[in-house]
């Protein structure tokens, strides 16, 4: 059924419930896997004039290319495809997917609700909407952030 799994990476240890969730759907379908970290330069947009671009920008990658790096020694020792890209993570996300034929997408969530969601906006939610393959959102929780318990 699946044949190639994208999984976006931020390289926090907090993706590893992610590429585990990942690696069990990878084993039952015998499917590839595919690691992305998008560089989201619309969020340096307002720096100040004085910084140098080239040392932003070497900076960025530098982050990307360890984010990806982590995913591969998470992943263990199964072969997988790995991507840097430059610009709006949700676009880039769907753009790979449809690019490398992917048939899936398997991406974490920090379950932000309410005023966070509204001011930062969401990834996930993005690539669900504008994705034409399934999509399987993991909770992941932040390491200094406890998650309250919904009362019924």
């Known amino acids: 059924m699946y044949d190639r799994i994208l999984v976006p990476t931020d390289g926090s ?5 992610v590429v585990d969730h990942a690696l069990d759907l990878a084993s039952v379908h015998d499917a590839e896997l595919h690691g992305l970290y998008v560089i989201d330069t619309g969020s ?3 720096l100040p004039v004085e ?4 040392g932003v920008t070497e900076l960025l990658e530098e982050e990307g290319e360890a984010a990806v790096a982590e995913f591969e020694e998470m992943v263990g020792d199964r072969s997988v495809e790995t991507a840097v890209r430059d610009g709006n993570p949700s676009r880039e996300i769907v753009a790979y997917t449809e690019e490398r034929g992917c048939d899936s997408i398997v991406m974490g969530t920090h379950g932000r609700g309410g005023i966070d969601r509204l001011l930062l906006g969401s990834v996930a939610e993005r690539v669900v909407r504008a994705s034409p393959v399934p999509v399987v959102t993991v909770p992941v929780s932040e390491p200094d952030r406890q998650v309250e318990p919904v009362e019924s």
């Open 13 to 17: 240890p907090s993706m590893q419930s």
């Open 51 to 54: 910084t140098t671009w080239e």
């Open 44 to 46: 340096f947009a307002t």
